[in-house]
């Protein structure tokens, strides 16, 4: 028993400190991208006259675009559209997005809100948008000036302003006889009922003032960022992260980003995604060949920053209209699926959105399975805390006969003892022979060395997988179970007493699901002793000091996850209880059957 025991400790160290290093070997955090120079033009000395059905032009002002403004508005004007799944507001300064509120998700006293901006330090003191245009590439400012509005419905509005091109040859776009052109940009919005994608529509059109639309090789740039929510505190790539995907000939790939500079993909996508724990950021461009690159810019006052670009290709002709669709909301099977069904306005269909919440690797399908039976529980109770319940007993239930396998192979070890420890003091000085002898005796005894090991080996794996769907699974942000367990995804909480915290640790909150599993590894320990045990230091140690480690390890991950692990122990004792009052009865069975030795009588001796 007492060799079983380690070996589960040892395997459970392994479990734990092989996450956490997996994590960090595959899944480094963002790291912060070195900002390019940038080259603005220098505005024309006299505008052009606006194009035909522009609004009255009022007096020139210089702004830090890529192009000469020709006439626009000067001042601000926002624009709000409420799905009621979405609230979004827009500004007319870039035609951006400043905030897109996620109605049904909750984050602490307010909706989700999907678009952080940073301090508005960056780019020239104003406050970062998201869906942002640049004329030019990756290294171009963002639009700033202020557009028209033009509120074509109430889910629909455009943003639409004149630009002048230069024609000094320093990147703009020149007219064979050398006379500056100009065009129209237009952003339109078009927001759905019921939905979590809308379309954007971007136009450039010289009107034939222009036969090419170039700016250092790239028409625009479309970029989507600085970060999106919730809020978070830091992305330590367990409780909150950030991944990056593209879906190219129909396989999801996952895209390393890191401080070397934006990762560029020239191949033609059919979306690309940035995905956090619970939601996620999908474009869909349109059949044009875009450039995409992902980028971890950093952004004053955000912790981390996660961006995607989208550079359309210069034009040789006159204009352009370009339509992207955009999904920014839940990373859940249910909301993404509607976009493999065609059961969405956008009459999208077999676009595996899906793929963005499904767990890669060895282990994905198993923790497919496991998410299935979770919400088949789920429907029957629609309580996650006793889905979870349900699924550990379960889990339990169908491991119950290798746990006993295991068990009966350690006891059958212990049996083989005396013969084993014969041939070791034999031949310790011919390992050799002596493996072939202990080789020779297993075969007679009909024992597998393996089988005790194997049932505890093969339980790993649903391990990382319950890990995994207890720490990531979208239904469970939010979930109660009872109580003071008000969020299955968060860690739950007593008593708080921040803005305080213990100095080291950094708690500031006491929880007592950490201290139900401290108890309950204590006494599955307690549980487990054998009486050769007691009296081993080394062993005391691994049985008490091991789950005290563990207290801090675990103090602040989500609650749903320690209610797992707790039940887990619960049940593993109470298997081991049964586990070994039945050994108990096979030992007793074992002895009965065992003929004491005859000893035979002394003979006299004879004087």
């Known amino acids: 028993m007492e060799k079983r025991t380690l070996l589960a400790v040892v395997l459970s160290i392994v479990v734990i400190s092989g996450f956490y290093i997996i994590q960090g070997m595959f899944f480094p955090p963002p790291a912060a991208v070195p900002a390019e120079p940038v080259t603005?033009?220098?505005?024309?000395?006299?505008?052009?006259?606006?194009?035909?059905?522009?609004?009255?032009?009022?007096?020139?002002?210089?702004?830090?675009?890529?192009?000469?403004?020709?006439?626009?508005?000067?001042?601000?004007?926002?624009?709000?559209?409420?799905?009621?799944?979405?609230?979004?507001?827009?500004?007319?300064?870039?035609?951006?997005?400043?905030?897109?509120?996620?109605?049904?998700?909750?984050?602490?006293?307010?909706?989700?809100?999907?678009?952080?901006?940073?301090?508005?330090?960056?780019?020239?003191?104003?406050?970062?948008?998201?869906?942002?245009?640049?004329?030019?590439?990756?290294?171009?400012?963002?639009?700033?000036?202020?557009?028209?509005?033009?509120?074509?419905?109430?889910?629909?509005?455009?943003?639409?302003?004149?630009?002048?091109?230069?024609?000094?040859?320093?990147?703009?776009?020149?007219?064979?006889?050398?006379?500056?052109?100009?065009?129209?940009?237009?952003?339109?919005?078009?927001?759905?009922?019921?939905?979590?994608?809308?379309?954007?529509?971007?136009?450039?059109?010289?009107?034939?003032?222009?036969?090419?639309?170039?700016?250092?090789?790239?028409?625009?740039?479309?970029?989507?960022?600085?970060?999106?929510?919730?809020?978070?505190?830091?992305?330590?790539?367990?409780?909150?992260?950030?991944?990056?995907?593209?879906?190219?000939?129909?396989?999801?790939?996952?895209?390393?980003?890191?401080?070397?500079?934006?990762?560029?993909?020239?191949?033609?996508?059919?979306?690309a995604a940035i995905a956090g724990k619970y939601f996620t950021f999908i474009a869909i461009p349109d059949a044009t060949q875009y450039e995409l690159a992902f980028s971890t810019k950093p952004e004053p006052g955000l912790p981390s920053a996660s961006r995607l670009y989208m550079i359309r290709p210069a034009l040789n002709g006159s204009g352009a209209t370009d339509v992207y669709r955009f999904y920014l909301g839940p990373k859940s099977q249910k909301d993404l699926a509607v976009y493999d069904t065609a059961e969405n306005s956008f009459k999208l269909r077999d676009m595996q959105l899906t793929s963005v919440a499904n767990t890669s690797g060895f282990l994905g399908p198993l923790e497919t399975l496991l998410k299935w039976l979770l919400m088949l529980f789920y429907r029957v109770i629609p309580n996650y805390g006793v889905a979870i319940i349900l699924l550990t007993l379960l889990v339990k239930v169908l491991m119950f006969p290798l746990t006993k396998k295991g068990s009966e192979s350690t006891l059958r070890m212990q049996a083989l003892s005396p013969k084993i420890k014969e041939i070791q003091d034999k031949y310790k000085d011919n390992p050799t022979k002596m493996n072939a002898e202990m080789a020779e005796l297993y075969k007679k005894e009909g024992y597998n060395p393996v089988a005790g090991c194997l049932p505890m080996i093969l339980q790993i794996p649903i391990f990382f997988a319950m890990y995994n769907l207890f720490n990531n699974h979208f239904d469970l942000r939010g979930s109660p179970f009872i109580g003071w367990i008000r969020d299955l995804s968060l860690p739950e909480s007593v008593w708080s007493f921040a803005p305080l915290r213990i100095p080291i640790l950094g708690w500031s909150d006491v929880r007592l699901l950490p201290f139900l599993y401290l108890g309950s590894q204590l006494l599955y320990g307690k549980v487990t002793q054998t009486p050769d045990q007691q009296g081993n230091a080394q062993m005391k140690m691994m049985l008490y000091a091991m789950p005290a480690i563990f207290f801090f390890i675990l103090y602040d991950v989500p609650s749903g996850l320690l209610l797992y692990w707790i039940m887990s122990n619960v049940l593993t004792m109470v298997q081991q209880l049964t586990i070994n009052k039945y050994l108990a009865q096979k030992r007793a069975h074992i002895a009965a059957a065992t003929p004491e030795p005859v000893i035979a009588p002394k003979k006299k001796k004879k004087r």
């Open 40 to 271: 603005v033009q220098a505005p024309v000395e006299q505008a052009p006259a606006a194009l035909p059905g522009a609004a009255s032009p009022n007096e020139d002002r210089p702004v830090e675009d890529a192009v000469p403004v020709i006439t626009g508005p000067e001042s601000e004007q926002r624009v709000t559209i409420d799905t009621g799944l979405i609230r979004v507001v827009l500004t007319n300064a870039g035609g951006d997005v400043v905030s897109y509120k996620l109605r049904e998700h909750k984050d602490q006293d307010d909706f989700v809100e999907m678009v952080l901006s940073g301090s508005g330090e960056a780019a020239g003191g104003r406050e970062s948008h998201a869906f942002t245009l640049a004329f030019g590439s990756l290294a171009a400012e963002p639009v700033s000036a202020y557009f028209y509005v033009n509120r074509l419905s109430e889910y629909s509005v455009e943003f639409y302003r004149d630009f002048a091109v230069s024609g000094d040859g320093a990147g703009g776009s020149l007219r064979s006889n050398g006379a500056p052109g100009q065009f129209r940009l237009t952003k339109r919005y078009d927001f759905r009922p019921g939905e979590y994608m809308f379309e954007l529509t971007v136009s450039l059109d010289s009107r034939g003032s222009t036969p090419a639309i170039n700016f250092s090789g790239a028409a625009y740039t479309l970029g989507f960022g600085p970060q999106f929510g919730p809020r978070f505190e830091k992305l330590d790539q367990r409780y909150e992260y950030r991944n990056y995907y593209t879906y190219i000939n129909g396989k999801r790939k996952q895209e390393k980003v890191n401080d070397n500079g934006p990762t560029v993909i020239a191949s033609r996508v059919s979306w």
